[in-house]
């Protein structure tokens, strides 16, 4: 069986690094640009003490914006990955009890949020949605060397003279 080489294996790492990257800034500045929908969107799981709902709503967006910058550059990878995972798992499981409640929201995954009409909601996809975002994460603490990436460029040991 033919392994594929080290540089198709970095390009794949680059593919997922950026794929996930653009998943969380989008996702971010989505909710960053309407902070009261985002308000919305996390109080309607009703999971949280009312309290608590404005700090989650409001941290969530640069949570996402955060992971989303790093995995750009490609600085922390592997434990951006894992961050992402807990964060995943954590959308995953609210969006799970939500289904089991019977509650009918929008995830508010990506901008909206809130009630909607019990035939409007998507829980099947956002999950499956969600364990595919996993999937590229999942890639990147098992393998995070990628291409044009500051992990490489901070890691890179100079060659030793008399080895090839």
Request: proline share 4%; glycine share 12%; charged share 15%.
């Amino acid at each position: 069986m033919v392994r594929p080489s080290p540089r198709v294996l970095d390009g794949i790492g680059t593919v997922a690094r950026l794929g996930l990257a653009a998943v969380w800034i989008v996702s971010g500045a989505i909710k960053a640009a309407d902070l009261n929908q985002a308000y919305i969107a996390v109080q309607a799981y009703d999971l949280l003490p009312k309290g608590s709902v404005s700090l989650v709503a409001a941290a969530v967006p640069f949570l996402e914006l955060a992971l989303g910058v790093l995995l750009v550059v490609g600085l922390g990878t592997r434990l951006v990955a894992v961050l992402s995972v807990v964060v995943l798992i954590g959308f995953i499981i609210a969006i799970s009890q939500a289904w089991a409640r019977g509650l009918t929201i929008d995830c508010g995954c990506f901008g909206g949020g809130g009630q909607v009409a019990a035939g409007q909601t998507a829980y099947p996809e956002e999950i499956a949605r969600d364990i595919g975002f996993l999937v590229l994460a999942g890639w990147l603490i098992v393998r995070p060397r990628s291409l044009l990436s500051m992990d490489s460029w901070l890691t890179r040991r100079p060659a030793v003279v008399g080895e090839d």
